[in-house]
Structures are given as structure tokens and as C-alpha cells.
């Protein structure tokens, strides 16, 4: 219903009708906008544990090329491992092959096999 100040009739608000339509917009746009929401928080979970897993990799490495020493890397992984975490609670780990000197990050929660692909 819609009033002007200077109309004669008498004006008592929104209809029951009027407000139900409301409602059930209000309704439909929560409907659909909850499972992008969603969506988008998961792409940030991943994307997240995705940037933690490259910094400790990038860290790990650096340490493992300047001492060539497996347990000066695992010294440093019980150090910074805590600054490194998963959002979604995952367990980041690393595997160290010496032969190539190549470090693999895993997270126990994102992608099936647990691996970082490398870039
Ligand atoms: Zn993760």
C-alpha cells in the first residue's frame, strides 16, 4: 500500500499480503546465496592452506639448501609449524627427498592424495 502525506484516505501500513511477498523474497535470496557463501569459504580454506604449504616449503628449503641436512629441516619444521597451520584443521606435513633435495607439502584434509602439487 502506498501513501502520500496529503491523501485523504486513511493509511495503516503494509498488508498481510504485501508482507508475505516480502518475506518470501527475503526467503528466496537467503535460499541461493547460502550455498555460494559456502562455496567461496571452502575456495578460501584451500586457497589458504595452499599459501601456508608454498611459505613453509619455500622456509624448509631454503634451510635444507644452505645446510644439506635432513635434521636441521626437521628442526625447522617443529619450530615454524605452528605459523603455518590449516584453516580447516588439516595436518601439514612435509616429506624430504635428499637424493633430489626436493620437499613435497601435504595437508591431511585438502585434495585426495594429500600432495601439493608443485609449481
Ligand atoms: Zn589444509
Redesign the pocket.
Known amino acids: 500500500m502506498f501513501c502520500l502525506k496529503n491523501r485523504k484516505t486513511e493509511c495503516r501500513g503494509f498488508t498481510l499480503a504485501e508482507l508475505l511477498i516480502v518475506v518470501a523474497i527475503i526467503a528466496v535470496l537467503v535460499a541461493v546465496s547460502i550455498p555460494i557463501f559456502n562455496t567461496q569459504l571452502k575456495k578460501a580454506?584451500?586457497a589458504?592452506?595452499?599459501a601456508?604449504?608454498r611459505s613453509l616449503k619455500a622456509d624448509l628449503s631454503a634451510i635444507y639448501l644452505n645446510n644439506l641436512n635432513a635434521d636441521d629441516v626437521k628442526t625447522e619444521y617443529d619450530l615454524v609449524k605452528d605459523n603455518y597451520t590449516?584453516?580447516?584443521?588439516?595436518?601439514?606435513s612435509y616429506k624430504l627427498d635428499e637424493a633430489t633435495g626436493v620437499i613435497t607439502m601435504s595437508?591431511?584434509?585438502?585434495s585426495d592424495t594429500g600432495e601439493l602439487i608443485d609449481i
Open positions: 580454506s584451500l589458504t592452506c595452499e601456508n604449504r590449516c584453516p580447516d584443521g588439516g595436518i601439514i595437508c591431511s584434509k585438502h
